[in-house]
């Protein structure tokens, strides 16, 4: 396209008159003196002639002045002869004129004709660079489409990749989990054998020592190790065995897996209440991972799908000890969309934090809760008629550095031919201050929502998780657990009053949920139906 602008030219309107100056001369031309000479004789000779008497030159100067009485000749002649040369002037300039004005006329119109020939050629070239401009900005478009797509595509392509090997993770994580497990278990199997021989190895030295001493003094001392087999054999029959099981749902593919936790608990009440740690019923806030691709988009939780199942001590949990064996979830006590026999009575509030973690899409920020003070939760074993072995939370001294503890519970979820056996491990505060007791004894996955027992029985606290290798770990102390069981009293008894007060006795209002405060709910929701 050029760069040039194409030329203007402004041609006359036709409204315009052109009027050219009348040349300057001073004397007539010569053929014009001539031809005026022989018009003014031949004049003369005529009226010489024909001049009837009485005419005067005037009269024969405006042949409209002659009297009729004149001659028809005469009047023929003054008709036939030109004009005056005073009257032909403007007719002899016409004539003069007339050639340079149509030479003007051919001259402008062959401006005006060059002048719109070069108008149109211009715009057709403008109009040709416009046209080549439009193709050359469609073929631009075009080129930038097919771009803006390819980069779609690449950026769908990756995308889809990373969905796969996020699916990939998630399905390895059921199946890394359990081996990771299993590994621990394999790695941790001796250590706890080994342990658990010490500590018989001991108690048969010490018993040793003590029979000998009472033969020796005939006195029957209490040495320290009977004392905690007894406080062991005491609190043992409290212990639950819990496993939560919920589905996780690939977003991408639909795909669904299922997830395992397991977990100890333990009753602090004949009519069933128990306490555990939250995150034994519900794992699924408490997964870095879980939580990272749900942020992501990439999976989602189920909640129908959760079953919680609750075994008591020593209660037959599969068929026999195989890994692969079913659970007897019929023996147990459960909570799913199905059944209701356990029932969730109170859960804290924990704090939550934010992490930054890697993902297959890059750093996320995750928010979860914290591992520590408000990770409990309150729930009750429904058995009509039943009385459970309990824990009591009376307050207890707090433990302080150096104090010998027990933890209570089922350490990596091992069963012992199929039956939930508890175990224990022995060890001591290695720090007392802050919100979280610090313990060297060994506790483990599975150990989450045991009992920590000092020499005298009592409760002090609650594991709750592992501080950096299995050797060490968290409780809770126990005040947090008697602020809990305070509130589950106080809202029971409420209810209580309530059902009372609609004539549904609900018997002693002693603050515990037990039978006859279940049989009063019934009660009031027959009389919220009409029944």
């Given at each position: 396209m050029s760069n040039l602008a194409p030329q203007r030219y402004f041609l006359p309107t036709s409204g315009t008159r052109i009027v050219l100056p009348a040349p300057e001369c001073s004397a007539e031309p010569p053929w014009r003196r001539s031809a005026a000479a022989s018009r003014a004789a031949l004049r003369a000779a005529a009226m010489a002639r024909l001049r009837p008497a009485g005419v005067s030159d005037e009269q024969l100067d405006d042949p409209a002045a002659l009297s009729e009485e004149a001659p028809p000749s005469l009047r023929a002649v003054m008709r036939a002869l030109p004009a005056p040369a005073?009257?032909?002037a403007p007719q002899e300039a016409l004539l003069l004129w007339a050639p340079l004005l149509a030479g003007a006329v051919v001259l402008?119109?062959?401006?005006?004709?060059?002048?719109w020939s070069t108008v149109q050629r211009e715009l057709e070239i403008t109009r040709v660079a416009?046209?080549?401009?439009?193709?050359?900005?469609?073929?631009?478009?075009?080129?930038?489409?097919?771009?803006?797509?390819?980069?779609?595509q690449r950026v769908q392509r990756e995308l889809d990749e990373l969905r796969m090997q996020?699916?990939?993770?998630?399905?390895?994580?059921?199946?890394?989990?359990?081996?990771?497990?299993?590994?621990?278990?394999?790695?941790?199997?001796?250590?706890?054998?080994?342990?658990?021989?010490?500590?018989?190895?001991?108690?048969?030295?010490?018993?040793?020592?003590?029979?000998?001493?009472?033969?020796?003094?005939?006195?029957?001392?209490?040495?320290?190790?009977?004392?905690?087999?007894?406080?062991?054999?005491?609190?043992?029959?409290?212990?639950?065995?819990?496993?939560t099981s919920y589905r996780v749902r690939l977003t991408?593919?639909?795909?669904?897996?299922?997830?395992?936790?397991?977990?100890?608990g333990f009753l602090i009440s004949p009519a069933g209440v128990a306490v555990t740690a939250q995150h034994v019923l519900y794992p699924w806030r408490y997964d870095r991972r879980l939580l990272t691709s749900e942020s992501l988009g990439l999976a989602e939780v189920i909640e129908d799908s959760v079953s919680v199942s609750v075994w008591l001590a020593d209660s037959q949990v599969t068929a026999d000890g195989s890994d692969a064996a079913p659970y007897l979830t019929g023996r147990a006590y459960r909570h799913d969309a199905e059944h209701a026999t356990v029932r969730i009575l109170?859960?804290?509030?924990?704090?939550?934090?934010?992490?930054l973690v890697m993902s297959p899409l890059g750093p996320t920020a995750v928010t979860m809760p914290r591992v520590g003070n408000g990770d409990l939760a309150v729930f009750q074993l429904i058995d009509v008629g039943r009385t459970f072995p309990a824990l009591s939370l009376a307050p207890a001294p707090r433990p302080g550095v150096l104090d010998a503890v027990l933890v209570l519970g089922f350490p990596l979820?091992?069963?012992?031919?199929g039956r939930a056996v508890p175990q224990v491990s022995l060890g001591r505060v290695r720090r007392a201050g802050g919100e979280m007791l610090e313990l060297d004894a060994a506790v483990h996955p599975g150990?989450?929502?045991g009992p920590v027992l000092d020499r005298q029985g009592r409760v002090v606290g609650m594991a709750s998780a592992i501080l950096d290798t299995p050797i060490y770990g968290l409780a809770m102390p126990a005040e947090e657990l008697q602020t809990a069981w305070r509130t589950v009293r106080d809202e029971t008894a409420q209810e209580q009053r309530h059902l009372r007060a609609l004539g549904c006795d609900p018997g002693a209002v002693d603050g515990i949920p037990g039978a006859r405060t279940l049989e009063a709910q019934r009660c009031a929701a027959g009389l919220a139906a009409g029944l």
């Open positions: 005073v009257d032909a402008l119109l062959l401006l005006g004709t060059w002048a416009l046209t080549a401009s439009e193709r050359r900005l469609a073929q631009a478009e075009a080129r930038q489409s097919e771009q803006g797509l390819a980069v779609s996020a699916r990939a993770e998630l399905r390895a994580l059921g199946a890394g989990a359990q081996a990771a497990e299993a590994s621990r278990s394999a790695q941790t199997h001796a250590r706890l054998d080994a342990m658990e021989s010490e500590v018989h190895r001991r108690l048969d030295a010490e018993q040793s020592a003590v029979r000998t001493a009472w033969t020796a003094h005939d006195t029957p001392p209490d040495p320290e190790g009977l004392a905690l087999k007894r406080i062991f054999a005491r609190a043992r029959e409290a212990l639950l065995y819990i496993r991408g593919s639909g795909e669904e897996q299922e997830l395992t936790s397991y977990g100890t109170h859960t804290g509030h924990p704090d939550e934090r934010t992490e979820s091992r069963l012992q031919d150990n989450s929502g």
